[in-house]
């Protein structure tokens, strides 16, 4: 077998993009600077100049505008928008548009709508950008039922989760963390899709379970590296996709281990973090034989200088001393 | 407008069309009060002559986005009564198999984009098929209403301001009751007409009598032509009154009983197109008359229909979150 | 001791706000329809002609202006407002004044400000209000480091939390539940103030903790209550502020009886009860001696119809077998 | 307004401040190209004359609030830079103790209500200032800074809705430098100016060349006096241009270098004001060359400082996010 081209986490997403407006006249890019510019992150790159302004669409700054417009459209029938929330932090300005019309239409309709569109967005912090530009709210759309929402981590998953995202007939949050944009992976040049709703074993393993999203998969893979040269053997199940969430998988796991931790950059209460504790908990209390260890931020906004948001983001050094805590 | 510049068959759909909205709310009043329909109703009752004035000139590959006060919109575009009736009910055979009620009574099928529980919420969605229109190059064109307490929300400046800049095929109509629940108009704004900020947007603003369903007509004409023939959006203001509560059971302690008799006696939309229709000799006062009859008939049959229709069931709670099933999604219990 | 007279929890409400008012010049209340109409569900009864259009304002349909407003009046230490937000499945329109500026603005600004408001609102399904007006949404401002979030399930608490409440110099988000607001319960007529941060055990048991909040207290104290003839002895731990948790009294429940239950109404994901189930598997696991069960609604928005919204809403039928199912 | 008007010392004052913000900025800019002031910064040159033809009319009790391109608005108002310039090293003798960095730097105490990273997000706490100030009496101002991008955002047109109806003392400073990042104003919005959109609102609105700070001056006075004096709020649209990326690390694919340079020979407005000052002999080159080496000298001083501050500790992390402490809020870990 020929060795696959490796390219970026952003390239790869470009390429998802790319393949499903060729493919479909109805799928449209909306969103700030997503024209000219490509992006702020460079994802659209190239969109415009290939398909036009009409459908890579530069919007003013009109959040709740855009994306109520984005779920017009697909209500209607007549699009499938794929609209960029340039950071996850602005959802403020556009929630009701999120979680109370798109999310909701087809359940208040009785189940005669689809609201086939996808929000893409960024979180993640690591770049001083502080407060309200490095915010990880996941759990804010997987809270609010009505919402697929997908969290990549490598080039791969981003590109097949992105082409099952666009054909999906249902509203999908994308959620890409800003420092994976650069990581370079094995990508097939074809299109490929990824199922939503399977997780993805990253790394097998049989002491301990970790559940972890977007960075801090690998982050966890750098521990459960380290800890297998002491033979420590750890499992690394990345969800992928966070609703629907591959329960099975992620049971079946900790069912094996008898002990988790969940490693999720998310703040602490109410998070996805949590979510999989009592998951663990309630559905599989026999197998658990530690507590389950939570690694995420403290519960404070994100702070803006280097030296104090490299306390606040999970560290290796914390997931590892969980991983130990818990054996 | 005169009236012989509009086919007979089209004014008599309007007559009609208004006595089927006023004998339907107040029939749902009536229901409400015996607790027959539940939840927050809010009726058009004096509003009518805005929702058919508009549809008169609706296709029904035209598009609409309504409110919380949408039974009206609903009809007019076409709505099967029945069907929302059997909504209201909350039964099984309802437009939204009773998941939505009033405040979210739909038909994609006609092109009516939903009623909306939040106010202004249902603007951009308007916003959304007229670009949608556009971009598949087709000449429908989608209609947004929303009230005048809406005209100071998020999603009128943001709607709007878009469908400028992108040049497209959507009418805003704004129905200015002049109450926002309790709020009077002159409390809302410090401008005297929603119309006014047409202009922030660079889109002709027009406002007009909607008491008057002529007037709306016309109004409603060039805005509808002008979308269909790709020229933009336009704003209209609809000077209006609702005649009951804000919703059933309001108190109404913030506007006097003399202040509504006053709206009842003098402009009753019903009452202002009947005499212009008798006047002109297009209908006798019997074949208006029998539109009422024919109405109540109609509406009663959708009352029998929905007493008569089942509940939905416990299964049908966890049906319709999402198009395909999928397995993952925690639909009952942890 | 004299017999306490009975009110509503709605007049405890009221009494708070007319006690705060009285005392402070800087307490002033807004929202829609709080003026001539005493608010959508009585609450602000009677403010208005006492206080005067200045302090007791009707605020236009402009949910993001006006809570900013609150915010930005609050932050100048000029105004201590009290903002209603007529139902809590409105915060979207809002949700970034209240998520990125009122929760914020201290941290941001590295201690230097204060915001001194609260943000009264109303959650709870049961009325067929359907989807966007019957929605639990405190797991939203849980979830967001930088509120304080209030739910009390009694006139008594009521009071004296709301109080508290606006006493208190940080943002304070105070939900109130629809289906409490007609209950009578015991409240003193002067004014007293119940510290943030202090559960109460509604009843006490030593077989089971039930964790619940708002109107599912009720219905738990019912359930244990029937149980109680049974000889199970359930205790019913009511957080009443949700940020900050009284931890301690929780972890010391469920230390005593090794079996928990958490019943809530908002959405089952990423929600307070799988908050409580994490803190309970994470710092009291040794104690636990079976799954932990969650009670919430499904992953579905709330329908309208009265047949579909009585399945929706926790039942105390389903309460009881959870307690059953954890014996 | 002719120069003669306006007394000597504020003239000064106004070169001064324009001066020292461009040094700041350019400063700054070289700083972050060090890797010494990290995230994201977003820098005021050539726009110096709004903020300061704004601020000249502002007292300390007055209130502001900024944007994400608040460096400028901060040092008119009288903010410190020694603190501003630790706090964008995120150090922790910075103004925010390091927490807030260049989106957030705030400093209450002079009236200065925070940059903000929520573009229109400040413009209703100008409001909220403004409310308290009647309420509470005083005779005080406040005024919202923002760009025409956040024109289009729900923010603004809530926010001046609300300060219309109530009538309060609040000026609204639109910056419009002609981009929103990328796109440029033409496709923004349709209309020409957005001071034509203060008619919405039953407000004035005017536009002024904001290069040209005596012309920013003059509007502006007219504005605060009409605020001080309880007549309600104004509008007003300065005409303006960034020289620089819309953030440092730009590449500025959207224009062109001719536009840019343009902009620079033509329309600087230290320059436009320096000519000004000289024609009227209201001070010499001399003069106005030493107000330059002291704001060098400062700005060194103040990067001397940030440089030499201690960085903030682990245990800071999780302080400030309340002004009590509250047990029972989770601070590090579950
Ligand atoms: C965002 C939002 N805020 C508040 C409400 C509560 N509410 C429902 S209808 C209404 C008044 C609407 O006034 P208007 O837009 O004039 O319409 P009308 O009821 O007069 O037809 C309000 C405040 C809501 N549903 N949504
Ligand atoms: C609500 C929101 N949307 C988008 C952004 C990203 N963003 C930051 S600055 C900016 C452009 C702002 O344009 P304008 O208001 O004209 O101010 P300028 O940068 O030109 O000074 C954008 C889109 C944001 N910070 N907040
Ligand atoms: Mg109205
Ligand atoms: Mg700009």
Redesign the interface.
């Known amino acids: 077998m020929a060795v696959v081209r490796e390219i970026t986490f952003a390239e790869a997403l470009n390429e998802a993009l790319d393949y499903e407006m060729s493919k479909d006249e109805k799928v449209i890019v909306m969103g700030e600077d997503v024209g000219v510019y490509g992006g702020i992150f460079g994802v659209t790159k190239g969109l415009y100049e290939k398909y036009g302004s009409e459908r890579v669409k530069d919007t003013p700054i009109a959040e709740s505008g855009f994306i109520g417009t984005a779920v017009g459209a697909a209500a209607a029938g007549l699009l499938r928008p794929v609209v960029e929330l340039m950071f996850i932090d602005f959802l403020g300005v556009a929630y009701d548009q999120i979680y109370n019309q798109a999310a909701k239409i087809r359940y208040m309709f009785g189940g005669k709508a689809k609201i086939p569109m996808v929000l893409r967005t960024t979180c993640g912090a690591g770049f001083a950008a502080a407060a309200q530009h490095s915010q990880s709210l996941h759990a804010l759309f997987i809270h609010v039922p009505g919402l697929k929402v997908v969290m990549p981590s490598t080039p791969y998953d981003a590109k097949g989760l992105l082409i099952s995202s666009i054909e999906d007939d249902d509203p999908v949050v994308f959620i890409e963390h800003k420092g994976l944009y650069g990581i370079k992976g094995p990508v097939p040049e074809e299109p490929y899709s990824i199922p939503l709703g399977e997780a993805d074993i990253k790394k097998e393993g049989k002491d301990v379970t970790i559940v972890a999203t977007a960075a801090m998969v690998h982050k966890s893979l750098e521990v459960a590296k380290k800890l297998e040269e002491e033979g420590i053997s750890v499992e690394v199940v990345d969800p992928r996709t966070l609703v629907p969430l591959d329960v099975d998988t992620i049971l079946n796991s900790i069912k094996k281990t008898g002990r988790l931790v969940v490693v999720d950059e998310g703040y602490p209460r109410c998070g996805f973090a949590t979510d999989i504790a009592a998951l663990a908990v309630s559905k599989a209390f026999d197998a658990l034989k530690a507590p389950v260890k939570i690694i995420t931020p403290p519960a404070t906004p994100v702070p803006f200088s280097p030296a104090l948001e490299k306390e606040w983001i999970p560290s290796s050094e914390k997931i590892e001393k969980a991983v130990r805590d818990v054996l | 407008m005169v009236v012989e510049e509009i086919p007979k068959e089209t004014l008599l759909w309007m007559y009609e069309t208004m006595v089927r909205i006023r004998v339907h709310e107040e029939r749902v009043a009536e229901l409400f009060a015996q607790g027959k329909v539940?939840?927050?109703v809010h009726l058009y009752v004096g509003e009518e002559a805005v929702a058919v004035g508009i549809m008169a000139h609706l296709r029904k590959d035209d598009?609409i986005?309504s409110t919380h006060r949408g039974h009206g919109h609903y009809i007019a575009k076409g709505g099967c009564i029945k069907a929302s009736m059997a909504?209201l009910f909350?039964?099984k055979t309802?437009?939204?198999?009773?998941?939505?009620?009033s405040?979210?009574i739909?038909?994609?099928?006609i092109?009516e984009?939903?009623a909306?529980?939040?106010?202004?919420?249902g603007?951009?969605?308007?916003?959304?098929?007229a670009?949608?229109?556009k971009?598949?190059g087709l000449d429908s064109v989608?209609v947004a209403f929303f009230g005048e307490?809406?005209s100071?929300?998020?999603?009128?400046?943001?709607?709007i301001?878009?469908a400028?800049?992108?040049k497209l095929p959507v009418v805003f109509v704004c129905e200015n009751n002049l109450y926002?629940?309790?709020?009077p108009y002159s409390?809302?704004?410090?401008?005297k007409s929603v119309a006014?900020?047409g202009?922030?947007?660079?889109?002709p603003g027009v406002a007009v009598d909607g008491q008057d369903v002529l007037a709306v007509y016309e109004v409603a004409k060039e805005a509808i032509e002008r979308a269909r023939r790709g020229e933009g959006p336009t704003l209209i203001e609809v000077k209006t009154y609702r005649f009951r509560g804000h919703f059933e059971g309001d108190p109404e302690?913030?506007r006097s009983k003399e202040e509504i008799e006053w709206w009842k006696n003098n402009k009753d939309p019903i009452k202002i197109f009947e005499d212009v229709l008798l006047k002109k000799g297009i209908a006798t006062k019997e074949e208006l008359e029998k539109m009422w009859e024919k109405a109540r008939k109609e509406i009663e049959e959708a009352v029998k229909f929905a007493e008569e229709s089942p509940?939905?069931?416990?299964e049908?709670?966890?049906?319709?979150?999402?198009?395909?099933p999928?397995?993952?999604?925690?639909?009952?219990?942890?």
């Open positions: 539940p939840g927050f598009f986005t909504e909350g039964k309802g437009i939204c198999k009773g998941k939505g009620g405040m979210h739909a038909d994609v099928e092109g984009l939903g909306n529980g939040i106010v202004g919420g603007i951009p969605h308007a916003v959304g098929a670009l949608g229109i971009l598949n989608a307490g809406a100071n929300q998020q999603n009128f400046h943001e709607g301001n878009i400028s800049i992108w926002q629940i309790s709020l409390k809302q704004q410090t401008i006014e900020r202009k922030a947007y660079g889109i302690v913030y509940w939905p069931t416990k049908d709670v966890v049906e319709d979150v999402f198009s395909t999928t397995k993952g999604v925690l639909v009952w219990q942890w």
